[in-house]
């Protein structure tokens, strides 16, 4: 009985998340869009690209480009790393300073064991909102 109440006990928690391996995979963005004192910005219709790998075991590989744009020169990173889950946030860390290290993301389920991960916050005026989908 112990052990049923238990195994019971560990699995608690929120049941629309996903566990960490199941939120592992590969993700491209689907959405990225910066605003700032200049407007707005789809960055991907410009050429931005953000792809990461979630493996299972809590590390991360992967590449963000951001073209240029007015006076921004083109920047890239290694999203090599990790990433950790609580409840439905997941969080980056990599060794390269960018703004997907400074930013939650929250998993939002798109379809049956499909999620997508949401982040948004602001950087020096600039609101940044990406979306990256699972296998997309």
Known sequence: IFLGIAAIVACG?????????AAAGSYSAFQFVTTGSSGQTDQ????????????SNGTTTGH???????????????????WSQTG???????????????????IQP???????LVGEDTFSGTHVKLTLRHGA
Do not use: E, K, R
């Not at 991907?44 to 493996?55: K, W």
């Not at 946030?89 to 997907?100: A, E, K």
């Not at 798109?110 to 997508?116: G, L, M, S």
């Open 44 to 55: 991907l219709l410009i050429g931005s690209t953000v792809q990461i790998t979630l493996a």
């Open 88 to 106: 439905n946030v997941i969080d980056f860390t990599q060794g390269v300073d960018n703004f997907v290290n400074d930013m939650l993301f929250t």
């Open 110 to 116: 798109i379809a049956n064991n499909v999620w997508d």
């Open 13 to 21: 928690g929120d049941s629309t998340s996903p566990s960490q391996s």
């Open 64 to 82: 963000l480009h951001l073209a240029a744009s007015g006076s921004q020169q083109a920047f890239d990173a290694d999203l090599a790393g990790t």
